[in-house]
């Protein structure tokens, strides 16, 4: 990682690279399997079940490879293999992450994932914590829709008193805020499918 250029914190255990990968500042995260306290696959789960974003490469025996990619890695690879492929995958996630640090965009909206901050034909639109993460979500999704059902798994955390009715009342948030004052509206519902963002 050094040689990547990349300052490296190095931790020996799953709870406390947990602990540490929730701080801001954090843009790429290594877990080796098997970490003592908290394994490396309940650490990735538990990660994403915290909306940390940054992604995560799980080295691990290949026949957990694929229950490291259900639990929410970016890449899992086997821990006695190639180096040279190791660091090829650290290079792809580390431009991935520069990548991100530029603002979403949809026509005329933009949204800064870095400080929160959306703008539409250059006015502020203030979000509340939920409508940012439902916006970031459809705008990560551009073009495509968005299932009810998942958007009430990373908005809500599949939490069993977000009702589909909350959903919709956070849609209409949104609406009002992104689309209301403006000549083309960029959030559409798909009638029994979901939800969708996009500029034409």
Known sequence: ??????????????????????????????LVEPLPVLSGLSACSALREARVTAPILLLCP????????DAGADCALPLEGN??????QLRALLRRVALDGSP???????????TRRAER???????SATEYT???LLMR????VVSREEIMKHVWLGES???DNVLDVYVSYLRTKVDRDFPVALIRTVRSQGYTIAAG
Do not use: C, H
């Not at 290949?62 to 990619?69: E, I, K, S, V």
């Not at 979403?104 to 870095?114: Q, V």
């Open 134 to 136: 439902l916006l970031e």
């Open 161 to 163: 008193r977000a009702s």
């Open 62 to 69: 290949p026949d957990t490879l694929a229950a490291g990619l």
């Open 1 to 30: 990682m050094k040689e990547l250029g990349t300052q490296v914190l190095v931790v020996t255990d799953g709870l406390k690279a947990f602990e540490l990968a929730q701080q801001s500042g954090v843009e790429l995260i290594v």
């Open 83 to 88: 180096d040279d492929v190791v660091r090829a």
């Open 121 to 127: 034909a250059g006015k502020v639109i203030l979000l």
């Open 141 to 144: 999704r551009a073009g495509r």
């Open 104 to 114: 979403l965009r949809i026509a005329d909206l933009s949204l800064d994932t870095n």
